[in-house]
């Protein structure tokens, strides 16, 4: 995406991005490995940039990583929503997104880190998965698929669920990532109304090609 | 508890044990307030001890934290057996202790957001909640009570919900913490195989006076 934008950029300006880009992703591996007490000239050091530059870019190191981790959620929701187009039913859309995002924490094992260590106030964040099950939620609520009185009730449970799976997942390295994300999909799509015979079948619906898309998304 | 014991510490067993305890009330402060970068002089200034006292007691400020956490987590186990020691199913011992639990954040809002802040890694603990609802799943499958397959998976989207149902209720701070926390215990006991009509009996069945033990708890 940088490559594209930065035909319209001066040469400054696209110094500058790289310089934003490198701190960005110096302070997610940061994050990743739980380092939030590191000092801000270590992250310049890591990123390759000058101290001085820091400061053109970010008020304060907790600014950086509250970047860091926007960043990763809006990736996040843009391949989510790349990934569930070709959808109409609000309840499947829900599912496929959920059963992808458990299988990202392994595929993408630094990203999920960080997501992991950001912690709880992720499960309120309006970037990322949340905002787009919410959204589903209410829709296959009103599309009488999901029987919820409560959607942010719904939400909390599926938001926990899925930071808890990338824990477990990250924990037990043997454990079938795919078979576990299905199947916690298919007990919230039976907790949300779905008729059991229905969950179960949603949830073995042949997904998209996530290699090919993740290796688009690593190289970006 | 420290007074109890004390009887039979000596005067500089007991000045340790003051120290220690001072150390580890300051650090919950600090994760509380998310201020984990926090130095350890500051540390021991709040908690009113010597910055030498401090390494009699932890390695570093990483340990400290450790040890807060863990104390937090075994004082809330020991509170949920206190308050299930009259039940013998084991449906109804998960459901009254995750009802609790779900009750704890907004009475104990400091004890509630060093647990929130300590993150997923909370949700694989061996301490407090965790291990007691892995018992509780386990015999209550094997009593014919929940119908679930793999225990592991039951206790990611239990434990991962009863922390994001703490954020829930710290960032809303008009919603009806008991309701919120009896309608999540009841869609966990559906999605474990409970019958609807029994799940949400179980989860209106009146709970143990909190406000008698928990200021006995503030105290302790």
Do not use: W
Not at 154 to 159: F, K, M
Request: glycine content about 6%; hydrophobic content about 45%.
């Amino acid at each position: 995406m940088a490559k594209e934008a930065g035909a319209a950029l001066n040469r400054l300006d696209r110094r500058k991005a790289r310089t934003r880009a490198a701190l960005i992703r110096a302070a997610q591996a940061f994050i990743a490995d739980g380092q939030t007490s590191v000092p801000i000239l270590e992250i310049t050091q890591a990123a390759d940039v000058g101290m001085g530059s820091f400061y053109n870019h970010f008020d304060s190191k907790e600014d950086l990583f509250h970047a860091a981790v926007e960043e990763a959620l809006d990736r996040h929701g843009a391949l989510l929503d790349e990934l569930t187009l070709d959808l109409d039913d609000p309840a499947e859309i829900f599912a496929r997104s959920f059963r992808l995002t458990g299988r990202l924490h392994r595929r993408h094992p630094e990203l999920s880190k960080v997501l992991l260590n950001r912690g709880m106030a992720l499960t309120r964040s309006e970037r990322g998965l949340v905002p787009r099950a919410r959204r589903d939620i209410q829709a296959a609520t009103q599309a009488g698929r999901f029987t919820v009185a409560d959607t942010e009730l719904a939400l909390t449970v599926a938001a926990g669920a899925a930071l808890s799976l990338g824990q477990l997942l990250h924990d037990q390295p043997d454990r079938d990532d795919a078979r576990a994300a299905d199947q916690i999909t298919e007990d919230l799509l039976r907790m949300f109304g779905l008729p059991a015979d229905e969950a179960r079948e949603v949830c073995r619906r042949p997904l998209p090609n996530l290699d090919e898309l993740a290796q688009g998304d690593s190289a970006a």
